[in-house]
């Protein structure tokens, strides 16, 4: 028993090892990750020139340099509970077990084995016909097997390991795609903040100015039953304080649908963090700097949807040589070592030992041009995937140029508001003082409130516009994650 034993596994040794040296090489084209040449963002400068109060932040936390406190709270609670990004982690469990799954199939598989089989064997049947003409035939017959069973495709022109490089390719893809999802969360939790500031500010000034054309309303009346003013004054007053009541309501509707927005990306239902919000004051934070001294390179290198990409096209490239790989033979190993017997009581003995050993050549040799099909789709889904990242890597430059441009046109609106606020609110002021010199009437007072009190609406509207373009910029540059030095070394 001993003797077969040593023969037996000398030669599924000899096997592992003659299959280990002829799987020293893979087929197909070794990856190589495309150049982008790219030149240097032409807005950035409109950017940089910009005049901040407060220091540029880290991308990987952008949200705490608005030195808003709320708007941090709020970013991480849609971080720690959005179920997108619950999902995408998912996600990326699913890809690292497909490539523990792939890197298993290239070692050997054991399975152990026992089974236990009675029978009560038919005389009429060929077997039993012939079996009971001996003496002490019995037709009840038992048969005990205990062993173990191995099993191994031997990766002669590399298939397994083109397909394992893919699946952890793809691993890192959707670790990448899960990054990415983070980014948008954060980018979305604060972009539905700041409209919800702003329209919080807009609703405040325009119950102002509903009050202030009231006010000029009842006083344009009184001036009416004095013999001061006609009915055409009176119908101008009314028109006043409609229009201004008629922005309400659209104004209103915008703050619930982005109050809702904002519990659903914080994995709420509609209307738990409302009352949170309305306690505190609706002041539009302001826009703290942002580090313009990134090439497109570095961008490219940080930003997740690129990562993915550029992971998706490395797969691609190991999936020719898959095809590839189908060209050659494939050569199986099996063995078994185990115990049959009729009876339990000479199971483990020498008699009962019944090692086997397989050997297995695959080879298509003519399959109507299948496997050349093949590699022409692998070779086509390369193509695609290489002009997709060419694409993503366009589109992720266009993202950051129109995020500049926006930020600094924005703000450069913001300031021209402003300037249009102050202005009105001295031209405002002058009314009050000639009101009490007798100069003007009241009513020259109020359209003057209500003058600047549209022109506080627009401001307070472009104010916020200009921190989502923030937000904007900040999600371009692929703020939102910590980006590892070695992850932008491998890039």
């Given amino acids: 028993m001993k003797h077969v034993i040593s023969k037996t596994s000398k030669a599924i040794v000899s096997s592992l090892i003659i299959g280990a040296a002829l799987a020293g090489c893979a087929v197909g084209p070794d990856y190589v990750a495309p150049e982008t040449k790219l030149a240097p963002f032409h807005n950035k400068d409109a950017v940089a020139s910009r005049q901040t109060t407060l220091a540029a932040p880290k991308l990987d936390n952008w949200w705490t340099g608005f030195n808003d406190p709320m708007l941090a709270t709020v970013v991480q609670r849609a971080l720690d509970q959005n179920l997108d990004l619950q999902a995408s982690i998912a996600r990326v469990a699913q890809a690292r077990a497909a490539a ?11 399975d152990a084995n026992a089974s236990y089989t009675a029978e009560h064997q038919s005389t009429q049947s060929p077997l039993g016909a012939l079996a009971s003409a001996f003496p002490n035939y019995s037709r009840d017959q038992k048969d005990y097997v205990v062993g173990a069973t191995a099993s191994w495709e031997i990766d002669l022109a590399g298939g397994l390991r083109r397909a394992h490089t893919a699946a952890r390719d793809e691993e890192q893809a959707a670790e990448a795609a899960q990054l990415g999802t983070r980014v948008t969360v954060a980018a979305d939790a604060a972009d539905a903040y700041l409209q919800i500031r702003g329209l919080q500010a807009r609703v405040a000034v325009t119950q102002d100015q509903i009050d202030t054309d009231a006010h000029l309303l009842e006083l344009v009346k009184a001036r009416k039953q004095a013999g001061a003013a006609d009915e055409r004054e ?115 003995s020498a008699k009962s030992f019944e090692p086997i050993g397989t050997g297995a050549l695959q080879w298509r040799l003519f399959d109507f041009g299948k496997v050349d099909a093949e590699v022409k789709n692998a070779r086509g889904a390369h193509a695609e995937a290489l002009a997709q990242y060419k694409e993503a890597a366009l589109k992720a430059t266009e993202d950051v140029e129109d995020a500049f441009i926006a930020l600094s046109q924005t703000e450069i609106e913001a300031q021209e508001l402003q300037l249009e606020v102050d202005s009105l609110t001295r031209a405002r002021d002058l009314s009050e003082k000639a009101y009490r010199a007798g100069s003007i009437t009241l009513t020259d007072v109020l359209d003057a409130d209500r003058q600047l009190l549209v022109s506080r609406d627009e401001l307070d509207a472009t104010k916020a516009d200009a921190a989502r373009a923030a937000v904007r910029t900040f999600r371009a540059l692929g703020g939102g994650w910590d980006a590892p030095q070695q992850v932008a070394a491998a890039n």
């Fill in 100 to 110: 523990q799954a792939a890197g298993a199939a290239l070692l050997p598989t054991v």
């Fill in 234 to 348: 009176v119908a101008q007053a009314e028109a006043l304080l409609r229009q201004a009541r008629a922005t309400m309501p659209t104004l209103r509707v915008n703050l619930e649908a982005q109050l809702n927005r904002l519990d659903v990306l914080m994995g709420a239902q509609p209307g738990t963090y409302a009352a949170e919000l309305g306690t505190n004051a609706a002041v539009i934070p302001d826009i703290p700097a942002i580090g313009t001294g990134d090439q497109p390179v570095d961008v490219l290198r940080r930003r997740p949807d690129i990562i993915a990409a550029e992971r998706h096209l490395a797969a691609s490239n190991e999936q020719i040589g898959v095809a590839l790989s189908d060209y050659y033979p494939k050569i199986s190993l099996s063995g078994a070592l185990g115990f049959d017997s009729l009876t339990t009581n000479h199971l483990l």
